[in-house]
């Protein structure tokens, strides 16, 4: 790498830097100290920031230097809402329709996973897209996955809408016309009465997770292997921290083994704050008891620590965010256990964060919360939240502010606005959720993604969304007075997920003393067309001064990590998220970039098939009909 300007001249009463960063754009995120031209990073912290001359004395013969080649530097990301230890579960085993920009793509992906993937497996589609994406705007047909997979059961799910299914999957799933729709949920079916190969949310999505859950899953060997391959991956977009908001069949203590593993072996490349979710309804105080027995808040250190309880407290206080729906209406007493709950957390110092996409659910949360202040719980020392909080209104943000809670928001819209839009009308889209007016509340307002079963984890999207208010498709949704500028949208990632876990003063910024996480990006997110947001990543991630991702001039800099394993992992072949910068002659695996136009060669072979085959021309056509294209016909 080019180091010109900077050579060893360490003050012997001075420890050296283990990494230096120069030459860059560095936006630290201080407003003491809102830029430098450089970073300097010992034992994990941040040492020193300024240009070459304020650096030089930390420069040592074993200090590693990085030029950033003008490019720029941000504080480490991190994502507030992210289902990042139940994402690195099941990472190698997806294939990620994310970013992909056309469904004759992603069927030509689907198509040679087919015949990759070994009897017995799955292949499975899990969020991160949506039809808007696409230039056909439109989703897959159940036809269109039975012509692609014949033989290999096919599990698409789309939002927390609906889960698409080829007829191999229909079977491996035990579907049958005696199979009776489940709570909440709708098995579609044909004339006959058999299963067609449609799920439906109607409105809760169990019956779309319990599905995916018949599928197979991974030995331990492999969830961690691909795990470690899942943190890469969020690493390859700036990601340094999140916050895991644990979900639905995530269970603890077991599910979390991997991550406790790999943060035991030192081989965490994300710091993560976690969660814990009650999965049984109906024993829900009994599993906080136990757990608040067991473990406390903050256990844990900078890479793996508890941060409290929720997405859920209790199942029946819960609502649904499938914007295809009517908004569903909550049990008249779910109030009853819900106050049980929050009391036990707030007397035994557990912080909580609740789930709740509708205004209707927060005022009635709400309403407990202002039960207990009286008797001194609100506000306290516990951190508390609520996430998604679309429909959240002015009067509920007053009394958030009031108790002294904080927000998590996620560009869910970026994928589900077309729907909510339709349903509710644009008066309503316009201020969904309204991200200015909690800000000017002054309420610690933190962002994220809610991946990886619906939106992308890719923060960039995420970004995109926050300063322009658009879906991945286009669809302006806010006007431009209820968004927020880029380096307050920044904040929300940087910042604002320090302030939920409690890390404020050492994470989210570049200054001393805080830890060395940082992000080299492709493009620079201040002066970028908001067209080219999306599109930005990481060329080079630090965490804690370790390089744990190198791509572009820095390629094999950063840490090694085992091979993709199952070997046939759609993830081995495709990589994860399907970036634009191919397409524009930015960098890629060669191996990715070449199954990618294999893929879309066999699916505009197989167009091209049926297309004389429909006009009598073909295998399978008999000679005696002639081939006549209807253009040249007199």
């Known amino acids: 790498m080019p180091v010109a300007g900077v050579r060893p001249a360490q003050d012997p009463q001075q420890p050296s830097a283990d990494l230096v960063v120069r030459n860059a754009k560095v936006y630290t995120g201080d407003p003491a100290r809102p830029a430098a031209r450089g970073v300097a990073i010992r034992d994990g912290r941040v040492v020193a920031l300024g240009d070459d001359r304020d650096l030089a004395a930390l420069v040592g013969p074993a200090t590693r230097i990085v030029d950033a080649l003008g490019r720029r530097v941000v504080p480490g990301l991190n994502d ?16 990620r329709w994310d970013g992909v920009r056309s469904l004759r793509q992603a069927l ?21 897209w949506t039809a808007e994406q696409f230039a056909e705007r439109r989703m897959p047909t159940v036809a269109e996955l039975n012509a692609a997979a014949p033989d290999t059961p096919v599990f698409v799910l789309h939002l927390y809408q609906s889960a698409l299914m080829n007829r191999a999957a229909v079977r491996a799933a035990g ?48 969830k961690r292997t691909s795990t470690r391959h899942f943190l890469r991956e969020l690493n390859r977009f700036g990601l340094t921290s999140a916050v895991d908001a644990a979900g ?12 406790v593993d790999l943060a035991r072996s030192g081989e965490l490349s994300l710091r993560i704050a976690y969660h814990l979710f009650p999965q049984t309804a109906g024993q829900e105080l009994a599993d906080l008891k136990r757990w608040i027995e067991t473990v406390e808040p903050r256990d844990g250190d900078e890479w793996l620590r508890l941060n409290g309880a929720g997405e859920n407290l209790t199942w029946a206080a819960a609502d ?13 007493d779910f109030e009853t256990e819900f106050e049980q709950a929050v009391r036990l957390l707030m007397e035994n110092g557990w912080g909580f964060r609740l789930h709740a996409t509708y205004d209707e659910t927060i005022r009635r949360d709400l309403a407990v919360f202002e039960k207990l202040a009286a008797e001194g719980l609100f506000p306290g020392a516990n951190r508390w939240l609520f996430d998604h909080a679309e429909t959240v209104s002015a009067d509920s943000l007053d009394r958030i502010a009031a108790l002294g809670g904080a927000l998590s928001v996620q ?88 302030e939920l876990t409690g890390e404020q003063d050492v994470k989210g910024a570049l200054r001393e003393g805080c830890y060395g996480d940082l992000a080299i990006l492709t493009h620079d997110f201040f002066t970028v067309p908001e067209s080219a947001i999306p599109d930005i990543e990481s060329v080079l991630t630090v965490v804690g001064g370790r390089i744990v991702y190198a791509s572009e001039e820095y390629e094999g800099l ?31 695996s060669p191996g990715a970039r070449q199954a990618l136009r294999m893929a879309e060669a066999v699916a505009e072979s197989e167009d091209h098939r049926r297309w004389r085959a429909a006009r009598g021309s073909g295998p399978g056509t008999p000679p005696s009909q002639p081939f006549t294209d209807p253009c040249f016909a007199p």
């Open 80 to 95: 507030s809402h992210l289902h990042v230890i139940r994402g690195g579960l099941n990472y190698v085993l997806e294939l």
């Open 108 to 128: 030509a992906m689907l198509r040679e996973q087919a015949g990759r993937t070994p009897r017995g497996q799955w292949i499975r589609v899990v969020g991160g």
């Open 175 to 222: 579907f049958t016309r005696e199979t009776a729709d489940p709570r909440g949920g709708q098995i579609v079916r044909g004339r006959d009465g058999e299963p067609n190969g449609v799920l439906l949310a109607a409105p809760g999505a169990l019956i779309l997770y319990s599905t995916l859950a018949k599928a197979p899953t991974l030995g331990v060997a492999d």
């Open 248 to 259: 639905g069949f995530q269970n603890f203590p077991d599910d979390y083994a991997t991550v």
């Open 320 to 332: 649904f965010e499938n914007f295809s729906q009517p908004r569903p209406e909550l049990a008249a």
């Open 411 to 498: 560009n869910r819209m970026s994928f589900q606005g077309a729907a909510f839009l339709d349903r509710y009308g644009a008066e309503a889209t316009s201020h969904t959720p309204p991200v200015r007016a909690m800000l000017d509340r002054g309420l610690t307002v933190a962002a994220g993604t809610d991946a990886t079963r619906v939106s992308s984890y890719n923060p960039w999207v995420s970004l995109h969304w926050l300063v322009t208010g658009r879906t991945v498709g286009g669809t302006a949704l806010c006007p431009a007075a209820n968004l927020i500028d880029r380096e307050t949208a920044l904040g929300l990632y940087t910042r604002g997920g320090a």
């Open 558 to 588: 950063d840490e090694t990590v085992p091979p993709v394993s199952p070997a046939w992992s759609p993830v081995a072949r495709f990589g994860g998220y399907q970036s634009g910068r191919h397409q524009s002659g930015g960098h890629e």
